[in-house]
């Protein structure tokens, strides 16, 4: 089982920027992926973007061109920063790690995008 632990989240106006953090430990798989989703009130979970263990990363339409995913120098640590945030932004972010034994999700973080 590997254990998340996300920080970043909280109030941003429209246009603004935010930084996202998620710290994995535990049974870490060499290989793996790691990502974030997002769940909004009333609506299902869903995909933001993603990054293997090589650098390949993938991106919800949505947000593909504003935000980026990246690794940590550790391997460990998974970075989401957002720019041009949208009101329709505004969910709980969730940090997932997958490996092909192991889908572990973090607690989550509010973001919330004001007009």
């Known amino acids: 089982q590997v254990q998340l632990v996300e920080s970043g989240g909280g109030l941003v106006q429209a246009g603004g920027s935010l930084r996202l953090s998620c710290a994995a430990s535990g049974n870490i798989f060499s290989i793996n992926r790691m990502g974030w989703y997002r769940q909004a009130p009333g609506k299902q979970r869903e995909l933001v973007a993603t990054i293997t263990s090589g650098g390949i990363t993938n991106y919800a339409d949505s947000v593909r061109g504003r935000f980026t995913i990246s690794r940590g120098n550790a391997k460990n640590t998974v970075y989401l920063l957002m720019n041009s945030l949208k009101p329709e932004d505004t969910a709980g972010y969730y940090c997932?790690?997958?490996?092909?034994?192991?889908?572990?999700w973090g607690q989550g973080t509010q973001v919330t995008v004001s007009s």
């Open positions: 997932n790690y997958f490996d092909r034994g192991s889908n572990d």
